[in-house]
């Protein structure tokens, strides 16, 4: 006899062996998952203890208003200068991808001034705005002379707010009193 004749002549004439097999099947699949759900949790605690910080909820460009909320890691993958505090209107000082967590080194307080970074100034420089962004690296030109590396901490209708180191800044002061500052894109330092 054929082996799937038999098999449903075997089941036609006693249905148990046929709901005794739906029951070890659906015994079978429960062990499998209640192991894998052990697993899970098995991984889960080898990391350690869970600890609450500030992540980006989006991608975010240097200048822009932090969009972060709170999520529980691992601690292992805590940061050691993870931030404490979110306010709003915090800025990012560089770029931060979205799902990230939030460092001090980060965050500032709102506007400009919070980008300049620490004994640089900042100049109103007349410039093709479109061509720039907060947060690009420039270089910073007089006529022919190479000034100083720059950084633009803001972008206005017609002129970009540039910070450059404080030893180069009563140069670049008398280049816009002659109107003569060009400034170049450059790759970050």
């Known amino acids: 006899m054929h082996q799937l004749a038999w098999i449903r002549l075997m089941v036609a004439r006693h249905p ?18 209640q192991r894998a759900v052990a697993g899970v949790d098995a991984q889960r605690r080898s990391w350690g203890r869970q600890q609450s910080v500030w992540m980006t909820t989006t991608a975010i460009e240097p200048g822009q208003v932090i969009a972060a909320g709170r999520n529980e890691v691992p601690a292992a993958v805590v940061p050691v200068d993870a931030a404490d505090e979110v306010h709003a209107g915090m800025v990012a000082r560089q770029q931060i991808g979205a799902g990230e967590i939030v460092t001090k080194g980060d965050i500032t307080a709102a506007g400009a001034a919070g980008l300049i970074p620490t004994g640089w100034s900042a100049f109103a420089v007349p410039a093709s705005v479109e061509h720039f962004a907060t947060g690009d690296h420039v270089g910073v030109y007089a006529g022919d002379q190479y000034l100083s590396p720059g950084l633009v901490v803001a972008a206005g209708d017609s002129d970009l707010m540039v910070a450059v180191p404080a030893e180069s800044a009563p140069a670049l002061a008398a280049s816009l009193l002659a109107n003569a500052v060009t400034l170049a894109l450059t790759p970050g330092p």
């Open 16 to 33: 148990w062996v046929y709901w005794l097999t739906i029951a070890a099947l659906a015994a079978l699949i429960a062990l499998g998952a």
